[in-house]
């Protein structure tokens, strides 16, 4: 049977091994999917594809194996790694997703997205996404140095942490009427992201909205197939 993943927010750190062997065992189990799409924030910080850790290189090894057995692979940058480019997906046997994208998901056209970009009432946010996803600023972090990069991660991931802390949980949420707009605009019945870490089934008058969750004690995915849709969890062995 042909069968369709998704998954997001691993957030894949060399302080958290417990997530990098649970992605390991999950790819393991899925090699007979026909496809796997990964809605963004796979990293926890990603500094360059010239990013040369040994996280990087096994994860890129174990999505390359993956590949290698027969699904394809789509990847789709977060708010945590939209530094990822087509270097760390070449190398990993996947193609980089533009956000939003649109897919034909067994009859259904369905859209694609990290999710930020619907979280509209968290203006702060709105205004640093605009910033980072501009490309004469990307260029400019990256002809820094490696090492100034990883400082940089380090500091922003702290003032991401500060400044979370002081919002009300609602606005960090994804927006009602974005949802609708973004839906209606392509033209879609159905929406699956990730971001916000609240996993669930939601339904709206512009369709279904699917919501992905982030892998902490437990990975979450999503699978699709003709029969239908539904939303997964499983624990993660630390």
Wanted: hydrophobic share 40%; proline share 4%.
């Amino acid at each position: 049977m042909a069968t369709t993943l998704f998954i997001s927010d691993l957030h894949l750190d060399a302080c958290r091994p417990a997530t990098t062997r649970a992605l390991a065992t999950f790819l393991g189990r899925q090699r007979h999917c026909a496809q796997l799409f990964i809605l963004g924030d796979l990293f926890e910080a990603w500094l360059g594809d010239d990013d040369d850790s040994p996280l990087v290189a096994e994860v890129a090894a174990m999505l390359r194996e993956f590949t290698a057995a027969g699904p394809r692979l789509g990847i789709m940058v977060g708010n945590r790694d939209f530094l990822l480019g087509t270097g760390f997906c070449e190398r990993a046997g996947a193609r980089l997703l533009r956000d939003p994208t649109v897919i034909d998901l067994y009859g259904e056209p369905t859209l694609l997205m990290h999710g930020d970009s619907l979280c509209t009432a968290d203006t702060d946010y709105q205004a640093f996404r605009r910033q980072v996803r501009d490309p004469e600023w990307q260029a400019q972090l990256l002809r820094q140095p490696l090492a100034r990069r990883r400082d940089l991660a380090a500091e922003l991931r702290a003032r991401s942490r500060d400044a979370n802390s002081m919002k009300r949980t609602d606005i960090m949420d994804v927006t009602a009427a974005e949802v609708e707009r973004q839906m209606r605009r392509h033209g879609v019945g159905q929406l699956i992201h990730g971001h916000t870490h609240r996993p669930a089934r939601h339904e709206a008058a512009a369709g279904l909205r699917w919501v992905l969750g982030a892998w902490e004690e437990n990975g979450w995915f999503i699978s699709a197939s003709p029969e239908g849709v539904s939303l997964h969890s499983f624990p993660i062995i630390q």
